[in-house]
């Protein structure tokens, strides 16, 4: 809706000041002998709140045609064909306003309408509809700017929210202790694995605080985190845990938040894997479809589950900054197989540019 239609306010002052514009038009048509001053505010005062109207369906016009899609000619071939139907309708108002008097036995027309008058009349009206066409497209860009302006705050604020919510999701207790436990337990009977496990453990750390100071990083990036984070739960979940991981070669570059992929994975283990006596395969596939890249997550679960669906702080977390990053160009959804769950994630492809 137009903002003006919007605020009774901003609608009152805006009619307000056509009415006044509407004197001088009035006087206008006294000083060239073309009406009386009754006659004269009794065309002008319904015409110019007509118009006052008429050139606020600019705004859509301009809405209409967005700035990505704009070329000069569609601009000037839009604009101007705007501007020539309004001011033709409104000169076709004015006419039959103007004509309908004698009509009602009031002996002759409010003003005289020659050919001169009607081409004034018209240039007007056309002139005044292409200014409105050039000011809602400034009041337009303007809003863009602000809503971008705020969307940016948002997601810087977000992001920070998101970064304190990784910390806390990833430094988790039971993940941690889990994972020290099963460093112990390995020291005496394999140090080798133990001392294996201890660095993915401070790999995944360290590149989960390198990442949590970024906005955007490559899926191959994503993937490496992803890879140390499975290579200590492997080790937890010993046999139960198999992976597989499908990563299309155009995928890798793709350009995504961080931590996208590691909560999708860490809800199949903690909701399908871990429930499953003996275990499974957690498979994780990416690829772009059309300019769009699509990232799958499947693994098993009891076939017995009346319901399955994705749940924990990680996952909202990741849709609200999916809202903030993409607006409604992500989305997420999921579905179930027989004794599968699959959770899939779609971004836009856009590609680093870093060579």
Known sequence: MHPF????????????????????????LHWSGRAGWPQGLLFALPLCLVLGFSVLSAYYVCRALPYAQRRLARVVGLFGAASLVSAGAWLLLALAWNGIWPLLDAGQPLVRLDDDAQGVLFIAAACLYLLSLLAHDVLIAFDNARDATERAAAMRALAREAELQMLRSQVDPHFLFNSLNSICALIDLAPADARAMTIDLAEFFRRTLALSARTEITLAEEVALCEHYLAIEKRRFGAKLAVELQIEAEARPCLLPPMCLQPLIENALKHGIR??????????????????????????????????????????NLRERLGVFYDTRARIRWWREAASFHIELTLPGLESREP
């Open 5 to 28: 239609l919007s605020d009774n306010r901003k609608l009152f002052r805006y009619m307000l000041a056509w009415l006044t514009a509407s004197l001088p038009a009035a006087a206008a």
């Open 275 to 316: 429930h499953l006596d003996a275990g499974g395969m957690v498979s994780v596939r990416a690829a772009v479809r059309d300019g769009w890249l699509h990232l799958t997550v499947a693994n098993p679960i009891d076939e017995l589950a009346v319901s399955a669906g994705p749940g924990g702080v990680g996952l909202k």
